[in-house]
């Protein structure tokens, strides 16, 4: 892998020792205009393509977008001046985008608006990430909570079985009217465990164990406690039956490990489990059997003449759009029906925006893994790079997962588009992601020295 | 460490990779096979996105497109369904579209590449061009008289403009509204399965789908056929003809309706409709040249289109003289269309030329600027001019002096031809009551309008009594109509 990192838009220059890298405040600012500039253009798209007019609320949009967003500029300038330029604005243009297709499918479903409660959602994550930047000073602070975070992590996960199931999964609690989905922030906890756990044991991890022919195997010591939160994990989230999320925890476990240790022997034990998950989810669970079967044959159900399941409605959707998409505002991807404002939100996006509008989002994501890559790459102390990889793979992998199952690349599992699908708890969590990476990222480029130990 | 955050970052950098050759397999490669595919309800969406054109009668519209709010937006709506239905047919969101609007779809839909302002314009915009209308030849009042005249009673009306083949009117009865077939909901479901399960079979168009035997109209053919032959030479010589006249080759012997046929001239026999003397005329015709006149006046053409399909009338081919005889009185398997009878008078009426008939006056584009206008049609001659004015002769003396009397008007020279047929197991059905006819007015340089009726369950003994009696003043109306329309 060369030094141009995944995607490079920037290239580092390498610095002489222990100078911090340029703030870049003013370019952060200026992205972050474009951004909102870019939401409301999509906003009056919308507005235009569908009654000829500007929508009502343009100006008052653009304007609650554009004082969050600078509200959170201000934070970063305030407490974390190096942090690194791109991440804000990128979640500004994704969550602003969000809204706009929210917005627009809103227009579809008068009696079931989204976009308000969104807003409110965006303007509450947007608050976590300010008071994360302002109140965290330093990321290692985070290592103290190692436990308490596995803990609050587990609590989380059971929480929803006490409460009735929605749609056949139960993950969400209801607390007031406002459904909350615990899960989602399950995954900065457990993020932020095996982080902290991983870099205070991966020597021991690392090290010990036995070999089988050229794989090294860890010893069940160390073994134990984290196979242990990863198998209650998974079995809380089979009993909710939110695949999606465990194979998350799945793969975001494998990827640290890996990254932690080095060895191949953790990814091996890693695809055995998963192997013995699959097959054991695949027997127990006739629904995942469905998923598969639908994922291999979409159209299946169109020859059996019962009409396009969810699947193939996407796959129309995606073809409609083509290669410069609809228009904003003129595509029929309501025709998904349930589940379109949230997890096939990326349908409306490939039908309206094209494969350009599709390739440009999925490059923003890209983009974002990357920052938290390289912020990773920069950092010399374990935890931060553990916790910086780590956060950047659950973007990168919470993508995967939805955009290829909506896709069909991969079978289905229903899971928020990060940021752009509708759901509270969603928006929130990915606020935290990037306000993690903005806090670790603002000490990786102060204390810059080239890239960390080999 | 920082060699395994690279290889993780190659991973993550293959995920979006594999994503992104995904959506280009999806959006680029796959894309036309989805958008075909039949489950894919965008089509329909943008079909039903806009109102349709309409079609015209007359300077006005007879349909209209209603504004749902639903997926498929626009239905279908006809100011005068069951008038009009024979024409327009329907256009429905579940059961597809027929006559007109099955024709004409490309038109109305504004899927025709003729509507967009550019060639290839609307494949770079995706837009979709505004439905243009459809002008018809139809003379409302004509049409109104011809629906009045059937009321309800089984049978249909065609009328022509001799001259150039335009369609007058066009009726079949029982009719039907289209409208409740428009949308896609239970109730367009239920009024389907109505349509369908009524014995009458009020959505089959008689005018133009269906051939019935012609009888005694079709003598109008086997009089020029005589006559272009050279077998008679003068109206009024005698045909040496008996009565009864034995089939050629069988011991069945035709006889008569009405008394003075034996050796009657083709003028008295025609007058009186005698089948002795049409049917030998018919044998010593011969099959070659009354296949040759009746393939010119239009019968056994199965591509007449106006431009909806019309079925094929027929004039069979290999026959023995028995079955010849038989034919040339328009029985054995001599079936035309009323459309087709309504030729055969309207080439009397315009000089032995017969008009392909043509219901599309016009189309035009969304503001009202015509985009295609119908051209001049192909010409036949069916018969020699002179034959022609002796036979304009004989019809004028059938509505004069003979049976066809209900249809004469006053100011208007008004020629015709009454029939019954009939039909079923040993005849046993109720004959059904045929008149072709022509009219010009009295100071018309020429025959203005040339119709044919068939009525199905006429009221009547055998004879022509019944095509004159039920058939002939519903013509009458029809070319009043036309007539006093300018």
Redesign the interface.
């Known amino acids: 892998m060369s030094k141009a990192g995944i995607i490079a838009v920037t290239a580092d220059p390498p610095a002489p020792a222990v100078r911090p890298l340029p703030r870049r405040r003013g370019i952060e600012l200026a992205l972050i205009i474009l951004a909102v500039l870019l939401s409301v253009y999509g906003y009056c798209a919308v507005g235009l393509a569908q009654h000829n007019t500007l929508p009502p609320g343009a100006a008052g949009y653009g304007a609650g977008l554009g004082v969050l967003a600078l509200l959170a500029h201000l934070a970063v300038r305030l407490r974390a001046p190096h942090a690194d330029p791109l991440l804000l604005p990128i979640g500004v243009l994704l969550n602003g985008l969000g809204l706009v297709l929210i917005y627009r499918l809103d227009l579809e479903t008068p009696g079931d608006r989204a976009a308000p409660a969104q807003l409110i959602w965006s303007t509450l994550g947007v608050a976590l990430f300010m008071l994360v930047v302002l109140l965290l000073r330093d990321h290692r602070v985070l290592q103290r909570y190692t436990y308490v975070c596995v803990v609050a992590a587990l609590v989380l996960l059971t929480l929803p079985i006490l409460f009735p199931a929605v749609n056949g999964a139960r993950i969400w609690i209801r607390i007031a009217g406002f459904s909350i989905q615990p899960g989602e922030f399950t995954k900065v906890l457990l993020a932020v465990f095996f982080a902290a756990y991983l870099a205070a044991n991966r020597n021991a991890l690392a090290y010990t164990g036995r070999r089988i022919w050229k794989l090294q195997l860890p010893t069940g010591r160390v073994l134990g406690p984290i196979v242990t939160v990863w198998l209650v994990s998974v079995g809380v989230l089979v009993l909710e039956r939110d695949l999606g999320t465990s194979l998350l925890f799945f793969g975001l476990f494998v990827v640290l490990l890996y990254v932690a240790t080095g060895r191949t022997g953790w990814i091996a034990v890693g695809l055995l489990l998963a192997a013995l998950g699959a097959v054991a989810v695949g027997r127990l669970e006739p629904h995942v059997h469905s998923r598969i079967a639908t994922w291999l044959h979409p159209f299946a159900s169109i020859e059996a003449g019962e009409g396009p399941n969810q699947i193939a409605q996407s796959l129309f959707a995606f073809a409609e759009g083509g290669v410069l998409g609809t228009g904003l505002g003129l595509g029929h991807s309501i025709l998904i029906g349930f589940a379109v404002k949230s997890d096939f939100i990326l349908a409306t996006a490939g039908e309206e925006l094209g494969l350009a509008g599709l390739s440009a989002i999925f490059l923003l994501y890209g983009l974002l893994v990357e920052r938290g890559y390289r912020t990773g790459l920069a950092l010399r102390e374990p935890f931060g790079r553990l916790l910086a990889v780590g956060l950047a793979s659950l973007v990168a992998l919470q993508v995967f997962v939805i955009a290829g199952g909506v896709t069909g690349l991969i079978p289905l599992t229903g899971m928020a588009m990060p940021f752009l699908a509708q759901g509270g708890s969603s928006v929130v969590t990915n606020w935290a992601i990037v306000a993690l990476l903005v806090r670790v990222s603002d000490s990786a480029r102060r204390q810059y020295d080239g890239p960390g130990p080999r | 460490?920082?060699?395994?955050?690279?290889?993780?970052?190659?991973?993550?950098?293959l995920?979006?990779v594999?994503?992104?050759l995904?959506?280009?397999r999806?959006?680029?490669v796959?894309?036309?096979?989805?958008?075909g595919?039949?489950?894919?309800?965008?089509p329909e969406?943008f079909r039903y996105g806009q109102p349709r054109g309409d079609i015209l009668v007359g300077g006005r519209p007879v349909t209209g497109s209603k504004d749902t709010r639903e997926h498929l937006r626009y239905e279908r709506t006809y100011t005068d369904g069951p008038l009009y239905a024979p024409v327009t047919g329907f256009a429905s969101q579940l059961y597809g579209t027929t006559l007109l609007e099955k024709a004409e779809d490309g038109i109305l839909s504004g899927t025709d590449p003729m509507l967009a302002p550019f060639p290839l314009w609307n494949d770079f915009t995706?837009a979709r061009s505004r439905g243009g209308d459809v002008v018809t030849t139809l003379d409302p009042a004509a049409q109104r008289a011809a629906y009045q005249g059937l009321a309800g009673r089984k049978g249909a009306v065609a009328a022509l403009e001799p001259s150039t083949g335009r369609i007058l009117a066009l009726v079949s009865a029982p009719s039907y509204d289209p409208r409740p077939l428009s949308g896609n909901g239970a109730a367009a479901a239920r009024a389907w399965r109505r349509l369908n399960a009524d014995r009458d079979r009020p959505m089959l168009n008689r005018a133009v789908r269906q051939t019935y035997p012609p009888g005694s109209t079709f003598k109008v053919v086997t009089a020029a056929a005589a006559l272009d032959s050279g077998v008679v030479r003068d109206l009024d010589e005698p045909t040496d003809s008996p009565d009864p006249y034995t089939l050629p080759g069988t011991r069945a012997r035709l006889t008569n309706a009405s008394r003075g046929c034996r050796d009657a001239s083709l003028r008295e026999a025609f007058i009186l409709s005698c089948n002795t003397v049409f049917a030998k005329l018919g044998v010593e015709v011969g099959v070659p040249d009354m296949t040759a006149t009746a393939h010119a006046f239009g019968f056994d053409n199965p591509a007449l289109r106006v431009p909806f399909p019309v079925a094929r009338s027929t004039f069979g081919t290999s026959l023995d003289r028995a079955q010849l005889a038989l034919s040339s009185i328009g029985q054995y398997n001599t079936r035309a269309t009323p459309l087709q009878m309504a030729m055969v008078a309207a080439a009397v009426a315009n000089g032995g030329q017969v008009r392909e008939p043509y219901l599309v006056e016009r189309t035009t584009r969304p503001g009202g600027s015509t985009l295609a206008a119908a051209g001049p049609r192909a010409v036949r001659q069916a018969m020699y001019p002179s034959t022609a004015v002796r036979l304009r002769a004989l019809m004028r003396e059938v509505v004069e002096d003979g049976t066809g009397y209900r249809a004469a008007i006053r100011g208007a020279k008004v020629g015709g031809k009454t029939g019954t047929a009939q039909h079923g197991l040993g005849n046993s059905g109720t004959p059904y009551a045929w008149f072709v006819s022509w009219a010009q007015g009295d100071r018309d340089p020429a025959p203005r309008v040339a119709v044919a009726v068939v009525v199905e369950d006429a009221e009547a003994d055998r004879g022509d009594i019944s095509g004159g009696g039920d058939a002939a003043p519903i013509a009458r109306a029809v070319m009043k109509a036309v007539l006093t329309s300018r």
């Open positions: 460490m920082t060699r395994h955050i690279r290889h993780a970052g190659v991973f993550c950098a995920l979006l594999a994503l992104l995904n959506a280009a999806v959006q680029v796959q894309a036309p096979a989805y958008d595919n039949p489950a894919n309800r965008r969406i995706r």
